[in-house]
């Protein structure tokens, strides 16, 4: 049975720090894409970051460019986000994703090629 569990939300003053884990358990990490999104109230999911099965690329929508990093640890089976600078809009639940990955080459912004999802990690940022 596979499980995403998230773990680092909460409640924050704009400029501030926070870093999301997500540890994963019942599939091969190293053979999964990993990606965050997130969920505001009675907004759409949207991207936020993702990383390739290898670490060797990662991706990131403009809203967080520059202020997010995802990385990832194979031996832990968790991947991270470190998010600096956080402004009220980042206000959302985050969710860590999963997709099998056999090349590089995966489409890392869409929600549809993630086969697992967390339960998601609120984070919430005040002005």
């Known amino acids: 049975q596979v499980q995403l569990v998230e773990s680092g939300g909460g409640l924050v003053q704009a400029g501030g720090s926070l870093r999301l884990s997500c540890a994963a358990s019942g599939l091969t990490f190293g053979n999964y894409a990993m990606g965050w999104f997130r969920q505001a109230p009675g907004k759409e999911r949207e991207f936020v970051a993702a990383i390739s099965r290898t670490g060797s690329n990662s991706y990131y929508s403009d809203s967080v460019k520059g202020r997010f990093t995802i990385s990832r640890d194979d031996a832990k089976s968790t991947v991270y986000l470190q998010m600096n600078s956080l402004r009220p809009e980042d206000t959302a639940a985050y969710f860590c994703?999963?997709?099998?990955?056999?090349?590089?080459?995966?489409?890392?912004?869409?929600?549809?090629?993630?086969?697992?999802w967390g339960q998601g990690a609120q984070v919430t940022v005040s002005s």
């Open positions: 994703a999963a997709g099998r990955s056999i090349y590089e080459s995966f489409p890392y912004a869409s929600g549809g090629s993630y086969s697992y």
